[in-house]
């Protein structure tokens, strides 16, 4: 029973909030491990002799990366059942999604998920096996989601590639949010 004595409970977290918290802690990991290797530097790849224009540039090209994929995606959700049975997975599981919390998801996961594998762990692991670990995350219960594990696997390592091609996150970065972004309101509006 209510009692004016009692402080009301306080309101259940919004979905914009865990997702904030979790891929909040995720980048928080990596820069602890990157701190720990001794360059707490995340966004520049170490090893990278890339060009000026290329370090300016990166975006832009992890931006047209991204718009392909995404074109892929929707290639193979018109021509694979298994593309179409994945999706309609995704938006039974998402359920709806307001434009802010697409927008939300898709920033953090990006930014989040880069600076762990790409900033932090690539530079320790090498490339394929931060994409190995990168795939591990997106396993999800049931054969239906085999491709979203593959295709992270594919995604993690073209990431990485896109980060020492570029010498930083930013490519990387863009990419991600663009393939989240695009395809979540994709998934949430429509089902197959």
Known sequence: MYSPDQPSPAPPLSRASLVIGLYGAMALVGL????GRGNPDVFRIEASGAPMWMLLGG?????AFGIGVVGLTRVATRNFQWARDLHNSFH???????GREILI?????SIGEEVLFRGALMPWMGVWLQ???FAL??????????PWTISAFVLGV????VAVWTGNLGGPIAAHFIINFLNLRYIVRKRL
Do not use: N, Y
Request: hydrophobic share 60%.
């Open 32 to 35: 602890v491990i990157a701190a």
């Open 59 to 63: 975006p832009a090209i992890g931006a």
């Open 92 to 98: 039974d599981l998402l359920g709806p999604l307001t």
């Open 105 to 109: 998801l898709a920033l953090a996961s």
């Open 131 to 133: 994409g190995a670990v």
């Open 137 to 146: 995350i997106h396993v999800a219960p049931g054969k239906r989601f085999r």
């Open 158 to 161: 073209a990431f990485g590639w």
